[in-house]
């Protein structure tokens, strides 16, 4: 039996494998790849279909030169960039012109959660925009689980909106 694939894009994930990705990879539950930048996540996207798409707002771009365009754009502050919000906008097809590929057309609102610091409301409109449902924000004290807790909501959701 296969198992569900789901993608997380995270630029400090290297970081946070041990804590977060313990609880997931150890549940065997699901067949996960992770992405540091979002030139990586587009290939991942590309090559196969994922059930659920994890997406940190602050992403570094990559090596695309699109990417890198945006971010460089972005001005000093790169820590705001929010380079993750322009992928969604691109995947989702709500911006097309972001980036000159097309956007994979199985990705839906309902496969995406996002896991980021920013707060909801910074960012709430645009998940509106999006139509993303599930957010979770980061913070101190957050269990181990958070990122298996996420997926997890994610997938059942998706499941009722099928």
Known sequence: MNKPSVLWIEDSARFEL????GPLLFSGRYDFNLAEDVT???HLLRAKEYVGVIVD??????????????YRESG???VHSQLGLKL???LLGKNPSIHSETPPA?????NIGVFTVESQNEIQSDLDALGIEIFKQ?????PDTVLLDLINELLAKSKLQA
């Open 40 to 42: 990586s996540a587009m």
């Open 138 to 142: 980061k913070s101190a004290g957050l």
């Open 88 to 90: 969604l906008y691109w």
């Open 106 to 110: 199985w990705i839906k609102p309902q």
């Open 18 to 21: 041990r804590s977060l990705v």
């Open 76 to 78: 000093a502050n790169k």
């Open 57 to 70: 707002i602050r992403l570094p771009p990559g090596i695309d030169p699109e990417w890198r365009k945006h």
